[in-house]
């Protein structure tokens, strides 16, 4: 009886072992890998569209608070127009400006 009972467990144990070692190989096959950057591509396409949601909903409230501004007659002060002027006149920014004033 006991030898009926360890010869179970040892063929359980290798049904299980011989399991995990085909999913594991079949990971590294041709199609296990496609499968695999497929999911990471997915991953990276999600996150990236999440971001630009966020960046959507960013400008907008954005948008709406210069809009609120404007309509209660409020000065609107642009805290980066340093940086918008230094991408129109390129890297020199204001230097090139005051050359060519």
């Known amino acids: ?3 009926l009972l360890w010869l179970g467990v040892g063929m359980a144990v290798g049904a299980i072992a011989v399991r ?3 999913r ?3 990971q590294f096959t041709p199609s296990g890998i496609a499968t695999s950057l497929s999911e990471s591509a997915g991953g990276f396409v999600e996150s990236l569209r999440s971001f630009v949601e966020d960046v959507r909903a960013g400008m907008a409230e954005r948008e709406q608070q210069i809009h609120e501004a404007f309509a209660a007659g409020a000065l ?3 805290k980066f ?3 918008h ?3 129109q006149y390129g890297s020199h ?3 090139a400006r005051e050359e060519n004033r």
Request: negative net charge.
């Open 81 to 83: 127009a340093d940086l």
């Open 20 to 22: 995990k070692i085909t």
């Open 85 to 87: 002027d230094d991408a």
């Open 1 to 3: 009886m006991k030898r």
């Open 24 to 26: 594991k190989v079949d």
């Open 76 to 78: 609107y002060e642009d």
């Open 93 to 95: 920014g204001r230097h």
